[in-house]
């Protein structure tokens, strides 16, 4: 890819859904001329780990690639729950991959430079819980060394650590990256700064994004460990306070924020996990508005903007990506939506009293106007 | 206990911290209490100095683009995050040095890549960590040691003074454009030093007449100190 993925993401476009439910297409460079003063960014600044590690089931001697797909516990990166798969690569659809050779706990893996043991097999005959036997450091290194990151079929040629790292990218807990930020340049937010939006950032541990699998997928996001600095919750209370709208980058955001995110709209900081899926059903507290990439219907990343906008305003929206050919996947164009004020058609009355007493209910601004 | 570890946990990264200054440096870091990741080629030098230091030791070549994201990796999984970068590694070009005449450039491009593509490729990755250090308000600073050769044209120092010159303009020139952002940047000219790689390139300079490394990395540390907000390294600020 590289040079040629490079300049689409500076070409890239954006398509733009204000509260109302219009639409506007525009180049995604104009992103740092949209937002008012005001108004806060929230990004996520996790660094991705090359997650994708092959090598062999040490009983059967057999080939296996296996995806690192939750963390265990952040505070220690030799234990995570895991996806395996059989021989071959990311030239072969997800959905197409064999499975791995039968595993039962207690069972070696050799990948690389790297010795991980089973520690037990989850309902699934691909999910399972792995342990690396080395320390921090020489794991940390050995996935370095050995590690790729998770891989796209969509993408021909491989990914290295340098496509996948978002130009905020810090603290390397990623297990795919929180691709919404390939949007982010120093460029663009130089121009927020210089116009007075704010830039918050938290570290929320994106997990694996597709397993291939339509049972496991449907249990996608895992659960995602974040962390939201003092800063930021302060950033985000002061927002509150003079009226300004919070611009989520990313669904990992969003799951971050409203995951920690009480009915008045603050946020607590700190650790956090962040749970289940967000979607038409649940309210928002803290989000006002997401940037994200263009997602299918059914996906979990399109599933939350119901949490966003109405199925009208959506189906309209597809329809659209479609017909003016939007580029999908994680290093495709840009969605910014503002969120929908559900008065008059939420799915619950109490979502919308809650919407209608909070101090971002006015519902008639609109991006970019 | 507390002389000894007024730097209380300040996330530090060294490169070429096996020898002569880096190696000053991280053991000046490590003894006043900082958290610190180095970085040099050989397994065997890395270990030792990480069994004698308490340092992070991490193996890779800043001179290589391929070792550059893996490195920090490493340095922010380690450290958890990054307050300072201290670009040390550097490569003398030509040994025994030579006239740019006799320079081939195979070795101007060797001594271009570790000593300014590096520390640019490995600063960009970890931008961001740093940028992440900065916004909590714990101040982030990179430190590019320099030369006086990056200044005065002396006769045999080409490769070497050249890769030092342009570092040295890349360093202000990030500094004019991360200042905002709360990243300062530095050069340092650390002096003649009594190094190896002093050794390797004035065979027969007398070592009574050069400056310890240590009494440059304490110089250092102390430029470092200033270019960060006030009380960046005290246990106030620091961890919340």
Same mark, same amino acid.
């Given at each position: 890819?590289?040079?040629?993925?490079?300049?689409?993401?500076?070409?890239?476009?954006?398509?733009?859904?204000?509260?109302?439910?219009?639409?506007?297409?525009?180049?995604?460079?104009?992103?740092?001329?949209?937002?008012?003063?005001?108004?806060?960014?929230?990004?996520?600044?996790?660094?991705?780990?090359?997650?994708?590690?092959?090598?062999?089931?040490?009983?059967?001697?057999?080939?296996?690639?296996?995806?690192?797909?939750?963390?265990?516990?952040?505070?220690?990166?030799?234990?995570?729950?895991?996806?395996?798969?059989?021989?071959?690569?990311?030239?072969?659809?997800?959905?197409?991959?064999?499975?791995?050779?039968?595993?039962?706990?207690?069972?070696?893996?050799?990948?690389?430079?790297?010795?991980?043991?089973?520690?037990?097999?989850?309902?699934?005959?691909?999910?399972?819980?792995?342990?690396?036997?080395?320390?921090?450091?020489?794991?940390?290194?050995?996935?370095?060394?050995?590690?790729?990151?998770?891989?796209?079929?969509?993408?021909?040629?491989?990914?290295?650590?340098?496509?996948?790292?978002?130009?905020?990218?810090?603290?390397?807990?990623?297990?795919?990256?929180?691709?919404?930020?390939?949007?982010?340049?120093?460029?663009?937010?130089?121009?927020?700064?210089?116009?007075?939006?704010?830039?918050?950032?938290?570290?929320?541990?994106?997990?694996?994004?597709?397993?291939?699998?339509?049972?496991?997928?449907?249990?996608?996001?895992?659960?995602?460990?974040?962390?939201?600095?003092?800063?930021?919750?302060?950033?985000?209370?002061?927002?509150?306070?003079?009226?300004?709208?919070?611009?989520?980058?990313?669904?990992?955001?969003?799951?971050?924020?409203?995951? %920690?995110?009480? *009915?008045?709209?603050?946020?607590?900081?700190?650790?956090? =996990? !962040?749970? +289940?899926?967000? #979607?038409? @059903?649940? &309210?928002?507290?803290?989000?006002?508005?997401?940037?994200?990439?263009?997602?299918?219907?059914?996906?979990?990343?399109?599933?939350?903007?119901?949490?966003? %906008?109405?199925? *009208?305003?959506?189906?309209?929206?597809?329809?659209?990506? =479609? !017909?003016? +050919?939007?580029? #999908?996947? @994680?290093? &495709?164009?840009?969605?910014?939506?503002?969120?929908?004020?559900?008065?008059?058609?939420?799915?619950?009355?109490?979502?919308?009293?809650?919407?209608?007493?909070?101090?971002?209910?006015?519902?008639?601004?609109?991006?970019?106007? | 206990?507390?002389?000894?570890?007024?730097?209380?946990?300040?996330?530090?990264?060294?490169?070429?911290?096996?020898?002569?200054?880096?190696?000053?440096?991280?053991?000046?870091?490590?003894?006043?209490?900082?958290?610190?990741?180095?970085?040099?080629?050989?397994?065997?030098?890395?270990?030792?100095?990480?069994?004698?230091?308490?340092?992070?030791?991490?193996?890779?070549?800043?001179?290589?683009?391929?070792?550059?994201?893996?490195?920090?990796?490493?340095?922010?999984?380690?450290?958890?995050?990054?307050?300072?970068?201290?670009?040390?590694?550097?490569?003398?070009?030509?040994?025994?040095?030579?006239?740019?005449?006799?320079?081939?450039?195979?070795?101007?491009?060797?001594?271009?890549?570790?000593?300014?593509?590096?520390?640019?490729?490995?600063?960009?990755?970890?931008?961001?960590?740093?940028?992440?250090?900065?916004?909590?308000?714990?101040?982030?600073?990179?430190?590019?040691?320099?030369?006086?050769?990056?200044?005065?044209?002396?006769?045999?120092?080409?490769?070497?003074?050249?890769?030092?010159?342009?570092?040295?303009?890349?360093?202000?020139?990030?500094?004019?454009?991360?200042?905002?952002?709360?990243?300062?940047?530095?050069?340092?000219?650390?002096?003649?030093?009594?190094?190896?790689?002093?050794?390797?390139?004035?065979?027969?300079?007398?070592?009574?007449?050069?400056?310890?490394?240590?009494?440059?990395?304490?110089?250092?540390?102390?430029?470092?100190?200033?270019?960060?907000?006030?009380?960046?390294?005290?246990?106030?600020?620091?961890?919340?």
């Amino acid at each position: 890819m590289i040079a040629a993925e490079r300049a689409q993401r500076r070409s890239g476009r954006l398509v733009t859904v204000d509260a109302g439910g219009g639409l506007r297409h525009l180049a995604r460079a104009q992103l740092g001329s949209l937002l008012r003063a005001g108004d806060l960014v929230v990004a996520n600044d996790a660094a991705t780990l090359p997650a994708s590690l092959h090598g062999a089931h040490c009983t059967s001697r057999q080939p296996i690639e296996v995806r690192l797909a939750a963390w265990v516990s952040l505070q220690d990166p030799t234990r995570f729950a895991a996806i395996a798969f059989g021989a071959g690569d990311h030239r072969t659809r997800t959905e197409d991959r064999m499975l791995p050779p039968p595993m039962v706990s207690g069972d070696r893996l050799a990948l690389g430079p790297l010795v991980a043991v089973v520690e037990r097999l989850l309902d699934h005959p691909r999910l399972f819980r792995l342990r690396f036997l080395e320390n921090r450091a020489t794991v940390l290194a050995g996935l370095a060394r050995h590690g790729r990151p998770i891989q796209y079929a969509h993408v021909p040629e491989p990914l290295a650590l340098w496509d996948v790292w978002t130009r905020i990218a810090a603290d390397p807990i990623a297990l795919e990256p929180p691709s919404a930020g390939f949007a982010l340049d120093w460029r663009t937010l130089a121009t927020w700064r210089r116009r007075g939006i704010g830039l918050a950032t938290l570290t929320h541990a994106a997990g694996i994004s597709s397993t291939g699998d339509p049972t496991l997928d449907l249990r996608l996001p895992f659960d995602e460990p974040y962390r939201i600095p003092e800063r930021t919750a302060a950033a985000l209370k002061l927002v509150k306070s003079i009226g300004g709208r919070v611009v989520a980058i990313g669904t990992t955001v969003v799951r971050a924020l409203e995951s %920690a995110g009480n *009915a008045d709209g603050s946020v607590r900081a700190g650790d956090g =996990v !962040a749970r +289940g899926r967000l #979607g038409g @059903e649940t &309210g928002l507290h803290v989000v006002d508005a997401i940037l994200t990439g263009v997602h299918e219907p059914g996906d979990s990343h399109f599933e939350m903007l119901r949490a966003f %906008a109405d199925d *009208a305003t959506l189906n309209k929206l597809s329809a659209a990506l =479609v !017909a003016h +050919g939007y580029r #999908g996947h @994680e290093f &495709g164009d840009s969605m910014l939506i503002e969120h929908q004020p559900r008065s008059w058609s939420g799915p619950s009355r109490l979502a919308a009293l809650s919407l209608a007493e909070g101090p971002y209910s006015s519902g008639a601004s609109t991006i970019g106007s | 206990m507390a002389a000894t570890s007024d730097l209380n946990e300040l996330r530090v990264a060294v490169t070429g911290g096996t020898s002569g200054l880096g190696l000053a440096l991280v053991q000046q870091l490590a003894a006043r209490g900082a958290r610190v990741a180095f970085v040099a080629r050989t397994a065997r030098g890395v270990e030792r100095i990480a069994a004698e230091t308490s340092a992070c030791g991490i193996v890779g070549d800043v001179g290589r683009k391929e070792d550059i994201y893996p490195l920090a990796l490493q340095i922010t999984g380690n450290l958890g995050g990054l307050d300072v970068l201290i670009n040390n590694a550097s490569s003398l070009g030509p040994t025994p040095l030579a006239p740019l005449a006799d320079t081939e450039c195979e070795e101007l491009e060797q001594a271009l890549a570790v000593n300014l593509l590096g520390p640019f490729r490995l600063t960009k990755a970890l931008l961001g960590a740093l940028a992440a250090s900065a916004r909590q308000g714990s101040g982030a600073a990179v430190i590019n040691i320099s030369s006086d050769a990056a200044i005065t044209p002396y006769s045999g120092w080409g490769a070497y003074g050249a890769s030092k010159a342009a570092l040295r303009h890349l360093t202000a020139i990030w500094a004019e454009e991360t200042s905002l952002d709360g990243i300062a940047f530095r050069s340092i000219d650390p002096g003649d030093m009594d190094t190896p790689l002093h050794a390797v390139a004035v065979p027969d300079a007398d070592p009574t007449t050069l400056k310890q490394p240590a009494a440059s990395a304490a110089e250092i540390i102390e430029m470092m100190l200033a270019a960060l907000p006030r009380g960046a390294a005290s246990p106030i600020t620091r961890h919340p």
